[in-house]
T-cell receptor
Framework: GENVEQHPSTLSVQEGDSAVIKCTYSDSASNYFPWYKQELGKRPQLIIDIRSNVGEKKDQRIAVTLNKTAKHFSLHITETQPEDSAVYFCAASKGAQKLVFGQGTRLTINP | NAGVTQTPKFQVLKTGQSMTLQCAQD?????MYWYRQDPGMGLRLIYY???????DKGEVPNGYNVSRLNKREFSLRLESAAPSQTSVYFC?????????????FGSGTQLSVL
């Protein structure tokens, strides 16, 4: 089955700098790659997703890139703000069912 | 429109006790899921139901059973709780016309098994 590895497990950046979180997946048939954000004590929420027919997708300060050949995808957050502090999870699946999540990255934005 | 509602929010069990976690969604979604979240391990799928009347195992189904009672409700049962089942449990649903694969999560159940 699918296996998703996420790095780093913790990331600390200065406010205003960029943050990058990387994930690799094992199943070349996976075609859906979402990113979820979980604030402390809250439920995970989808922030951006990408499908295998697209190489990059952007939504304001957040972007995701996908390299199907290398089987990895990354989350990029620019101009980081204190409210970006959270745990971020990547995931991969073949279609809508059975999303497999990475282990999570705890992002801390330092003022 | 409450989204996905889970009960209870907190529960403490003794080893060997049983309990059922309840989940309901009011978004007319077809698919529902149960995940567990453990530190450093992300979210792992326990069971899912692609549509009313069907259920399938996920990554970590051992020790759990599920029931898709109707389109709205999907329950998770621990028949004989073990300390290894101490975790935060999330119910989720997908399948709206405009949201496709987006997972809508409930607020979670923090379960401790002593």
């Amino acid at each position: 089955g699918e296996n998703v590895e996420q790095h780093p497990s913790t990331l600390s950046v200065q406010e205003g700098d960029s943050a990058v979180i990387k994930c690799t997946y094992s199943d070349s048939a996976s075609n859906y790659f979402p990113w979820y954000k979980q604030e402390l004590g809250k439920r995970p929420q989808l922030i951006i997703d990408i499908r295998s027919n697209v190489g990059e997708k952007k939504d304001q300060r957040i972007a995701v890139t996908l390299n199907k050949t290398a089987k990895h995808f990354s989350l990029h957050i620019t101009e980081t703000q204190p409210e970006d502090s959270a745990v971020y999870f990547c995931a991969a699946s073949k279609g809508a069912q059975k999303l497999v999540f990475g282990q999570g990255t705890r992002l801390t934005i330092n003022p | 429109n409450a989204g996905v509602t889970q009960t209870p929010k907190f529960q403490v069990l003794k080893t060997g006790q049983s309990m059922t976690l309840q989940c309901a969604q009011d978004m007319n979604h077809n698919s529902m899921y149960w995940y567990r979240q453990d530190p450093g391990m992300g979210l792992r799928l326990i069971y899912y139901s692609a549509s009313e009347g069907t259920t399938d195992k996920g990554e970590v189904p051992n020790g759990y059973n599920v029931s898709r009672l109707n389109k709205r409700e999907f329950s998770l049962r621990l028949e004989s709780a073990a300390p290894s089942q101490t975790s935060v449990y999330f119910c989720a649903s997908t399948g709206g016309p405009a949201t496709n694969e987006k997972l809508f999560f409930g607020s979670g159940t923090q379960l401790s098994v002593l």
